[in-house]
């Protein structure tokens, strides 16, 4: 499997304004003097070296994944970056109307509904979109998003064909070579996190939860979405306090997503949703908080004679990433 990150931002779209970015470009000319630097030669190396919130940020697009195998290809949500992926995907059988597109929905909040007017292979007859959620409105979702005075083109007249599956909860299903299966995730309105398996590699997505529920005995039946996962997207919306100070708004820290991977075995986990009202140093800086309370921690262990807590390849996830099981 491939996974791929076409938006990892939260609530809200959120692009740069132009003095952030004329601000950040006046930074960068300073740096790279500042470091000794003098010729053109010089500046890609200088831009290499520099670590996300100085250079090119986190992103602004709202929740959209791409998960591909050699036969499959599933979206998660159609938030905003569902838009660039449209673009890819007219490239192909979709420009042609003969595309088959799969996409499963957690939930149906604006962000990860607002790109889906913007996505151009449902506009193209001949192409079928299958789209999938345990929620049973589904298929009103789209009425409602697709309707004036909202957007200008109803759902009937668009061009794709539009298949709605209403899946089962914890109930596995296939599409193509890859097996998924929804599980309850912790979240103000009804959300489901998705376990993506094929060939023995699992990609678990666990966005837009609260992790209210955090023990094995507390997830009981959805337990299984965080065990034996090889790569896991997981809620990092706020730094701790934040998290502790906005009780029941559906969201989580980096912090109980480490907690929950130490214990239960994640081999990689991936933070997203980052905050809309969150700058990229301030994305920078609770990253840096999650590695003191990931370091602490097995320091911890280490000092109380326990058995090592597991070590967790973690990192704060940036638009474009993808990784690979």
């Given at each position: 499997m491939?996974?791929?990150?076409?938006?990892?931002?939260?609530s809200?779209?959120?692009?740069?304004?132009?003095?952030?970015?004329?601000?950040?470009?006046?930074?960068?000319?300073?740096?790279?003097?500042?470091?000794?630097?003098?010729?053109?030669?010089?500046?890609?190396?200088?831009?290499?070296?520099?670590?996300?919130?100085?250079f090119?940020?986190y992103?602004?697009?709202?929740?959209c994944?791409?998960?591909?195998?050699?036969?499959s290809?599933?979206i998660?949500?159609g938030?905003t970056?569902?838009r660039?992926?449209?673009?890819?995907?007219?490239?192909?059988?979709?420009?042609q109307?003969?595309?088959?597109?799969?996409?499963?929905?957690?939930?149906?909040?604006?962000?990860?509904?607002?790109?889906?007017?913007?996505?151009?292979?449902i506009?193209?007859?001949?192409?079928?979109?299958h789209?999938?959620?345990?929620?049973?409105?589904?298929?009103?979702?789209?009425?409602?998003?697709?309707r004036?005075?909202?957007?200008?083109?109803?759902?009937?007249?668009?061009?794709?064909?539009i298949?709605?599956?209403?899946?089962?909860?914890?109930?596995?299903?296939?599409?193509?070579?890859?097996t998924?299966?929804?599980?309850q995730?912790?979240?103000?309105?009804?959300?489901?996190?998705?376990?993506?398996?094929?060939?023995?590699k699992?990609?678990?997505?666990?966005v837009?939860t609260?992790?209210?529920?955090?023990?094995?005995?507390?997830?009981?039946?959805?337990?299984p979405l965080?065990?034996?996962?090889?790569?896991?997207?997981f809620d990092?919306?706020?730094?701790?306090?934040?998290?502790?100070?906005k009780?029941?708004?559906?969201h989580?820290?980096?912090?109980?997503?480490l907690?929950?991977?130490?214990r239960e075995?994640?081999?990689?986990?991936?933070?997203?949703?980052?905050?809309?009202?969150a700058?990229?140093?301030?994305?920078?800086?609770?990253?840096?908080?999650?590695?003191?309370y990931?370091?602490?921690?097995?320091?911890?262990?280490?000092?109380?004679?326990?058995?090592d807590?597991?070590q967790?390849?973690w990192t704060?996830?940036?638009?474009?990433?993808?990784?690979?099981?």
């Open positions: 491939k996974i791929k990150l076409w938006g990892v931002r939260g809200l779209p959120t692009p740069p304004l132009p003095e952030e970015v004329e601000a950040r470009i006046r930074g960068l000319f300073r740096a790279f003097f500042k470091a000794g630097n003098k010729e053109l030669g010089q500046v890609e190396a200088f831009l290499a070296s520099l670590p996300p919130p100085d090119g940020g992103g602004g697009n709202t929740p994944i791409e998960v591909i195998t050699d036969r290809q599933v998660i949500n938030g970056g569902i660039r992926l449209g673009y890819e995907l007219m490239r192909g059988p979709c420009g109307g003969k595309g088959e597109v799969h996409i499963v929905f957690t939930h149906f909040h604006w962000d990860h509904l607002v790109g889906l007017p913007f996505f151009n292979p506009f193209i007859p001949g192409n079928v979109i789209a999938y959620a345990v929620q049973p409105e589904l298929p009103d979702v789209f009425k409602n998003l697709f004036k005075p909202y957007f200008p083109v109803n759902l009937a007249d668009l061009g794709a064909k298949i709605y599956h209403q899946l089962e909860k914890r109930k596995s299903f296939s599409i193509g070579d890859m998924l299966t929804p599980y995730l912790d979240h103000p309105d009804p959300c489901w996190g998705y376990r993506f398996e094929k060939d023995g699992v990609f678990s997505h666990c837009d609260e992790c209210t529920r955090a023990t094995r005995e507390e997830l009981g039946p959805d337990l965080y065990q034996g996962v090889d790569l896991m997207t990092a919306q706020y730094t701790l306090f934040e998290a502790i100070e009780v029941n708004w559906g989580a820290a980096a912090s109980i997503g907690d929950i991977a130490m075995g994640v081999k990689r986990i991936v933070f997203m949703h980052h905050d809309p009202a700058s990229d140093e301030k994305i920078a800086a609770a990253q840096t908080q999650a590695g003191r990931y370091n602490g921690q097995h320091k911890s262990s280490a000092r109380s004679g326990l058995t807590l597991h967790v390849d704060f996830a940036i638009e474009g990433m993808t990784f690979d099981l």
